[in-house]
């Protein structure tokens, strides 16, 4: 098992611009999060999944927008980049059951010029 | 909502003696408290957990402390080697699934 990917690994961005960050997961789990990381502070959920086709807003969801098709699959869309966007960016899941692990992918750095 | 502070942001410890990681949480109707270890470049990674029903857990050089009554629970590292320096995040949960993470402390042990 793969577990939890991530791409890209880097990416620098100018300000008003749009990308997707992509998660995969290979676990069938059926909770996956978004998570940002700023320089020195804890994770900040963005944005969750409990399932194909239901996502929903964490702490810090203004700028983000996410989808879920599939159970593999949740990608994180920025539109408009802003230097306040500037992070690391984590994707997790876990299976569901109250207190399970969540199992973390290796993050994507983002830069907003 | 919950909120949770995590104490020392920094500490530094010579090889072989304990560290200890203090967090305190704010809503009472959190019930699930683990920790995970992040190095260098990666995402966070569990080393243990605790739930509300428990007031202690060990795995080897790692123990878990909960004090439901004070609202905190703390990490402890005994015989702390090199490779146990990394930042550690302490985290929250009720029953939403949702973790609400402390902001980290880093940890360096010195050879």
């Known amino acids: 098992n793969a577990g939890v990917t991530q791409t890209p690994k880097f990416r620098i961005l100018k300000i008003g611009q749009s990308m997707t960050l992509q998660c995969t997961q290979d676990?069938?789990?059926?909770?996956m999060y978004w998570y940002r990381q700023d320089p020195g502070m804890g994770l900040k959920l963005i944005y969750y999944?409990?399932?194909?086709?239901?996502?929903d807003k964490g702490e810090v969801p203004n700028g983000y927008n996410v989808s879920r098709s599939t159970t593999e699959d949740f990608p994180l869309r920025l539109e408009l980049a802003a230097p306040s966007q500037t992070s690391v960016y984590f994707c997790?899941?876990?299976?569901?059951?109250?207190?399970?692990?969540?199992?973390f992918g290796p993050g994507t750095r983002l830069t907003v010029l | 909502g919950e909120n949770v502070e995590q104490h020392p942001s920094t500490l530094s410890v010579q090889e072989g003696d304990s560290a200890v990681i203090k967090c305190t949480y704010s809503?009472?109707?959190?019930?699930?408290f683990p920790w995970y270890k992040q190095e260098l470049g990666k995402g966070p990674q569990l080393i243990i957990d605790?739930?509300?029903?428990?007031g202690e857990k060990k795995d080897q050089r790692i123990a878990v402390t909960l004090n439901k009554t004070a609202k905190h629970f703390s990490l402890h590292i005994t015989e702390t080697q090199p490779e146990d320096s990394a930042v550690y995040f302490c985290?929250?949960?009720?029953?939403?699934?949702?973790?609400?993470f402390g902001s980290g402390t880093r940890l360096l042990v010195r050879p």
């Open positions: 809503d009472s109707a959190s019930n699930y």
């Open positions: 999944s409990v399932g194909a086709g239901i996502t």
């Open positions: 605790i739930r509300s029903n428990v």
């Open positions: 985290a929250a949960s009720d029953s939403s699934y949702k973790l609400i």
């Open positions: 997790a899941s876990s299976s569901g059951r109250r207190g399970d692990e969540q199992f």
């Open positions: 676990m069938n789990h059926n909770y």
